[in-house]
């Protein structure tokens, strides 16, 4: 239905209602018996019609709120725990407790010396390979080699090769470094402890950038879009900054039938803390919903859901609708079951 044009009359039934009745008292002068005779004044064997009044409502459509407010707490944008990739002793140590580093800046040293070692044997063994390969390459072009010797020799190059590259992956994992850059948490080794594989270094967080989650009702699942403008607030410590949506959930809550949203918040002066919670505020570009505020004694449940009584023609007739954001008061009808009615000049009709 179009709500924005429509304006109805809910009349919600409180201690009374609306009845249409017949009736009276059969022993009252001038009745005569059901079977015939002519009755009082409300007609030919029957009892005079009343009415009883009721308490009314006009309803009329209004626009949803265009803002909306929501609790969410502010995180690092990247955050990671730096651990040790494999087992040793520490050797070196580079970080210091709360230090802003680089990308790729080293931070602690595990004794590599064992794989130092079998690294020059490792490059003495391709060398040789190397070497080998060539003489067999010239002899073979000069039909002093087979085919099969000049494949062999390539083989134990490709061989001699990859060994080298495996030991040098194994070195690289003796050296922890910052995969982006942030500020460290608080070192948690020292120089000379051995070190197992999975043991903690530090925290690495890139705090110069945040990132907030939030919940957004149904009502309002299609008012934001990706790249869309939030304000935030830290209102323990009265400090405001601006975010980017960033991304949406594809879908809906089952259970609470809300959408999450990510927003990211630009803190390069660092004025706002990881961890803190702040008020978001977003402003509805588009989607916002509009719906009719009844009374929330107004409406009755039955098989078909909920349904008010609408003011037609001086009578009180069944309206079927369904029903939007509720608070203790009122309850905000959406749209009608189309099943159940259709909309004429502002007039339901059944």
């Keep these: 239905m179009h709500l924005n044009t429509v304006k109805k009359i809910f009349i919600p039934i409180f201690a009374s209602v609306l009845l249409a009745a017949c009736g009276g ?18 007609g030919k064997g029957g009892r005079p019609a009343r009415e009883i009044a009721v308490e009314g409502y006009i309803a009329e459509a209004h626009e949803g709120a265009k803002s909306f407010s929501a609790m969410a707490t502010l995180e690092p944008l990247n ?21 802003q580093v680089q990308k790729g800046t080293l931070l602690a040293k595990i004794d590599d010396s064992e794989l130092r070692a079998q690294l020059k ?40 090769e990859a060994s080298v590259e495996l030991i040098k992956a194994q070195i690289a994992k003796t050296e922890v470094r910052a995969p982006f850059a942030g500020k460290l948490g608080f070192v948690n080794v020292s120089v000379g ?46 400090v405001s900054a601006s975010g980017k949506v960033k991304a949406l959930e594809a879908g809906l809550s089952e259970s609470s039938r809300t959408r999450q949203v990510l927003v990211e918040v630009d803190n390069a002066k660092g004025e706002l803390l990881a961890g803190s919670y702040a008020k978001v505020n977003v402003s509805m570009q ?14 009755t449940l039955d098989k078909d859901g909920a349904y008010v009584f609408v003011a037609v023609g001086g009578k009180a007739k069944i309206k079927h609708v369904e029903t939007g954001l509720r608070t203790p008061i009122t309850v ?3 749209t009608r ?5 259709r909309l004429r000049s502002g007039v339901g009709e059944r």
Excluded: H, M
Aim: aromatic share 4%.
């Design 25 to 42: 008292d059969s022993s009252a002068p001038g009745a005569k018996g059901a079977a015939g005779g002519k009755g009082g004044p409300g």
């Design 79 to 99: 955050n990671v725990e730096l651990t040790a990739a494999t087992s040793g002793r520490l050797t070196n140590l580079y970080a210091k407790d709360g230090a």
């Design 121 to 160: 044997q490792a490059e003495s063994n391709k060398q040789l390979a190397q070497q080998k390969f060539d003489r067999v390459k010239a002899l073979y072009e000069k039909d002093g080699a087979t085919k099969a010797d000049l494949e062999s020799a390539e083989a134990s190059l490709k061989s001699a």
């Design 193 to 238: 402890a051995w070190l197992t594989t999975g043991t903690s270094v530090a925290s690495l967080s890139e705090v110069k950038k945040l990132k907030a989650k939030f919940a957004l009702p149904q009502r309002y699942a299609s008012a934001l879009k990706v790249g869309d403008a939030v304000e935030l607030k830290d209102e323990e410590r009265n």
């Design 286 to 299: 588009s989607g916002v919903a509009k719906s009719i505020p009844v009374p929330a004694e107004a409406f």
């Design 332 to 334: 905000d009808v959406t």
């Design 337 to 341: 079951n189309p099943s159940q009615c």
